[in-house]
T-cell receptor, first 116, second 110 residues
Framework: EAGVTQFPSHSVIEKGQTVTLRCDPI?????LYWYRRVMGKEIKFLLH????????ESGMPNNRFLAERTGGTYSTLKVQPAELEDSGVYFC??????????????FGPGTRLLVL | DAKTTQPTSMDCAEGRAANLPCNHS???????VYWYRQIHSQGPQYIIH???NNETNEMASLIITEDRKSSTLILPHATLRDTAVYYC???????????FGKGTRLHILP
């Protein structure tokens, strides 16, 4: 079974440019999460999709970040325009059914974003 | 904010058991103790979780004190590949997000 995949693995852009990150969850997982770690900080939650709906977007830092999950499969996270403080590692995770004892989130390898 | 306290770093000799402590004195009755780890350049990886009974799987054992205010993750025979940051997290299962703290950086020494 394929795990969570993320693309690209690395991205280097200039301040003011736009970047789009993609996450493909484990097949059949309705729940998709975005997290990020900025330099020297802890991993922070950004938002949670259930299928194509945003369940919780309380961690989104500002309106320069736009997440979508059309069709309830893969998700994209767009940063427009990118700022220096957006540099970090962006993780995606997926899970099957929250609320069950065995539920756990499976993480992808992350996208390393560097804004110059 | 994270509701757990962990040592910043620990060393363990290869082949020995690694015992990682975690304090969670304010844990609620419906909160589970979860452990994840992050190996360098990889995403966080689920290890184990439990409510009040001790748990064991192919990766590790989780020992939770009777009052549930602390727990210990045990890697029975640590290898160099177990070098990682280990996160202890308390969480209601139905919660959607994971709140990561700073974790413990475990170094396995050859």
């Amino acid at each position: 079974e394929a795990g969570v995949t993320q693309f690209p693995s690395h991205s280097v852009i200039e301040k003011g440019q736009t970047v789009t990150l993609r996450c493909d969850p484990i097949s059949g997982h309705d729940n998709l999460y975005w997290y990020r770690r900025v330099m020297g900080k802890e991993i922070k939650f950004l938002l949670h999709f259930v299928k194509e709906s945003k369940q919780d977007e309380s961690g989104m830092p500002n309106n320069r970040f736009l997440a979508e999950r059309t069709g309830g499969t893969y998700s994209t996270l767009k940063v427009q325009p990118a700022e220096l403080e957006d540099s970090g590692v962006y993780f995606c995770a997926s899970s099957s059914t929250p609320g069950r004892r065995k539920e756990t989130q499976y993480f992808g390898p992350g996208t390393r974003l560097l804004v110059l | 904010d994270a509701k757990t306290t962990q040592p910043t770093s620990m060393d363990c000799a290869e082949g020995r058991a690694a015992n990682l402590p975690c304090n969670h004195s304010t844990i609620s009755g419906n909160e589970y103790v979860y452990w994840y780890r992050q190996i360098h350049s990889q995403g966080p990886q689920y290890i184990i979780h439990g409510l009040k009974n001790n748990e064991t799987n192919e990766m590790a054992s989780l020992i939770i004190t009777e009052d549930r205010k602390s727990s210990t993750l045990i890697l029975p025979h640590a290898t160099l590949r177990d070098t990682a940051v280990y996160y202890c997290i308390v969480r209601v299962v139905r919660d959607d997000k994971i709140i990561f703290g700073k974790g413990t950086r475990l170094h396995i020494l050859p």
